[in-house]
């Protein structure tokens, strides 16, 4: 059975404070994402991998950093973690063959206060 | 204007009915037509995808592109209680194309 597991469920973290949410995945997957999911905006995309050490760009950057030191692994790091970042967090990852589909993690409600 | 415009409902059917649930795009480069279903408080999950335009039928889903038209469909024959739950519709390029553009996601409530 396939997985994608986040470390955390729930996240409440003190403005200003460093962030790291983690990701893994079990199926040796090349592609790795992060998306940021809030209601009405639907998923946007973060940042994502393609190999270890590479990293892309989405469509929200800021604010966000990523690592990916090993193929299983993604990290989403928020350097200072600001109030308009509370959001639902999503980690993905896909093949080849069939990039399209995409295996989602349970995702992470991040709370900054 | 966003690439992919999706109704948020949300959507409240009576158990049994037929469900339709639509995406427009406009982008005419997207090739592969994707719906995701995400219950509460779960990360999404593929449920269909379609290449090009056409129809692809899955059980009681019917998955319909036209591109002619730049919009897509799900239907949902004899709807479930358990059919309760978001659907995102997502798209691509091609095959290979890693990054997905999503709609922001219908929810759908099937009562029993």
């Known amino acids: 059975d396939v997985k994608v597991t986040q470390s955390s469920r729930y996240l409440v973290k003190r403005t200003g404070e460093k962030v790291f949410l983690e990701c893994v995945q079990d199926?040796?997957?090349?592609?790795m994402f992060w998306y940021r999911q809030d209601p009405g905006l639907g998923l946007r995309l973060i940042y994502f991998?393609?190999?270890?050490?590479?990293?892309e760009k989405g469509d929200i950057p800021e604010g966000y950093s990523v690592s990916r030191e090993k193929k299983e692994r993604f990290s989403l790091i928020l350097e200072s973690a600001s109030t308009n970042q509370t959001s639902m967090y999503l980690c993905?990852?896909?093949?080849?063959?069939?990039?399209?589909?995409?295996?989602f993690g349970p995702g992470t409600r991040l709370t900054v206060t | 204007q966003k690439e992919v415009e999706q109704d948020p409902g949300p959507l409240s059917v009576p158990e049994g009915a037929i469900v339709s649930l639509n995406c427009t795009y406009s982008?005419?480069?997207?090739?592969?037509f994707m719906w995701y279903r995400q219950y509460s408080r779960k990360g999404p999950e593929l449920l269909m995808y379609t290449y090009s335009s056409g129809n692809k039928e899955d059980g009681r889903f019917t998955a319909q592109v036209d591109k002619s038209s730049k919009y897509i469909s799900l239907f949902i024959r004899d709807s479930q209680p358990s059919d309760s739950a978001t659907y995102l519709c997502?798209?691509?390029?091609?095959?290979?194309?890693?990054?997905?553009?999503f709609g922001s996601g219908t929810q759908l409530t099937v009562l029993p």
């Open positions: 199926m040796d997957h090349e592609n």
């Open positions: 982008n005419s480069a997207f090739q592969y």
């Open positions: 997502a798209m691509c390029g091609s095959g290979s194309a890693r990054q997905l553009t």
């Open positions: 993905a990852s896909s093949g080849p063959p069939a990039v399209y589909e995409q295996y």
């Open positions: 991998s393609y190999d270890v050490k590479m990293k």
